[in-house]
Nanobody, 122 residues
Framework: VQLQAFGGGLVQAGGSLRLSCAAS????????MGWFRQAPGKEREFVAV????????IYTDSVKGRFDISRDNAKNAVYLQMNSLKPEDTAVYYC????????????????WGQGTEVTVSS
């Protein structure tokens, strides 16, 4: 599966952005989808994951209550709605796909998009 993330940009603290990730192929519903991010000078980290059907989600603690991951299997897309953004959310955001495991472990993911940059100004 090929992934393309988009929707990033510059936003003021407290604002919102919605990231989208478009997937190619006809087997999108067979993949767990995750969002990860890499801030400048830091390691890439887990943000959120959604199960194959969308019935289960997991978030990293720092985004709970602010971010919402969703998917539309009919449109081969996964989304990350980001609200109440903080400067510490500034990062390149990546979507990724994993076929077999519902996991937050980035090393389990086989397919990655190119990333979309989010900058939150204070």
């Amino acid at each position: 599966v090929q992934l393309q993330a988009f929707g990033g940009g510059l936003v003021q603290a407290g604002g919102s952005l919605r990231l989208s990730c478009a997937a190619s192929g006809r087997t999108f519903s067979r993949f767990v989808m995750g969002w990860f991010r890499q801030a400048p000078g830091k390691e890439r980290e887990f943000v959120a994951v959604i199960s194959w059907s969308g019935s289960s989600t997991i978030y990293t603690d720092s985004v709970k209550g602010r971010f919402d991951i969703s998917r539309d299997n009919a449109k081969n897309a996964v989304y990350l709605q980001m609200n109440s953004l903080k400067p510490e959310d500034t990062a390149v955001y990546y979507c990724a796909a994993e076929r077999d495991r519902f996991t937050a472990n980035q090393y389990e993911y086989d397919y990655w998009g190119q990333g979309t940059e989010v900058t939150v100004s204070s």
